[in-house]
């Protein structure tokens, strides 16, 4: 799928969400590897003595925000931390600094992994498998879209054979058709206006070709291509009626028959088809 195409198939509003929903989720994901390298560089840390300076009650969190302030080589440094316990400013504490950047600090490692971490990566797995989505769906409409051009195309192709051309090559054109069309009903919703437009365009090129094969003296292909149309007339009854009717087998050809008189008319102003 080029560029282009992906785009066109996009969307405006799809692409501004996947745009947005992009720029948040890669925030997220820098935010985390950094926070989970800073966590794993934490086990090299060395301790340092603090006392707490402040303290205030957090009470939307349920929690007290302890600040504090801690030296390293005659250098004073001050950091926050979070706890469920209250803590009175000149309590000592015990401190874990980054000898590398000792303004880097922690009163314990999983401080440095909190629950809104957890969150944060909750929120960019669901943000990943909603993109997922997102793109595996624009696939199949790109997919479907392909196929629904190349059906277009062979019918083009066929009912050109069919009226217009030799015998031979309207049956391999209908032949061409059949296996374009064959399961592409399937993939729509039963009874959808693409899956009816589909399904009868099956119908009809089984049942032209069964005229044919008959006219051919083919009596078993013949039958065989109205068998495996009746199945496609019947799920077709289920949601608006045929017309003329198609209450078995044999009713394909007549049905076929208005239809190609119906089409000839219209397009040529006349009646027929190779079968007629």
Not at 26 to 38: H, N, S, Y
Not at 59 to 82: I, M, Q, T
Not at 138 to 157: C, D, W
Request: charged share 25%; glycine share 10%; hydrophobic share 40%.
């Amino acid at each position: 799928m080029s560029v282009i195409r992906f785009l066109r198939n996009l969307g405006s509003v799809n692409g501004v969400a996947i745009v947005v929903v992009g720029a948040v989720g890669v925030w997220l994901a820098a935010g985390l590897v950094r926070d989970f390298a800073m966590w794993v560089d934490s086990w090299g840390w060395k301790p340092a003595a603090g006392v707490v300076t402040s303290t205030r009650y957090l009470p939307k969190d349920y929690l007290h925000e302890v600040n504090y302030r801690y030296e390293v080589n005659g250098e004073r440094y001050s950091g926050e931390a979070y706890r469920r316990s209250e803590r009175r400013p000149g309590d000592p504490v015990r401190v874990i600094y980054n000898p590398e950047s000792p303004d880097e600090s922690a009163l314990q490692r999983s401080d440095l992994l909190g629950s809104e971490h957890f969150l944060h990566a909750c929120y960019l797995v669901m943000m990943v498998a909603w993109l997922w989505t997102l793109v595996d769906e624009l696939r199949v409409e790109v997919r479907q879209g392909r196929r629904s051009a190349a059906i277009l195309r062979a019918e083009e192709s066929a009912l050109r054979a069919y009226f217009d051309g030799a015998e031979g090559e309207a049956v391999g054109s209908l032949e061409e058709l059949r296996k374009v069309l064959e399961g592409a009903a399937d993939e729509f919703m039963v009874g959808s206006p693409e899956y009816w437009r589909l399904a009868r365009s099956e119908l009809l090129c089984l049942g032209r070709l069964a005229r044919l094969y008959r006219g051919a003296g083919r009596e078993a292909q013949a039958e065989a291509c109205v068998q495996a149309a009746f199945p496609r007339a019947l799920s077709l009854a289920a949601y608006g009626p045929l017309d003329p009717p198609i209450e078995y087998s044999g009713h394909v050809y007549r049905y076929v028959e208005a239809a190609d008189q119906l089409f000839a008319k219209r397009r040529y102003g006349r009646v027929g088809g190779q079968g007629a």
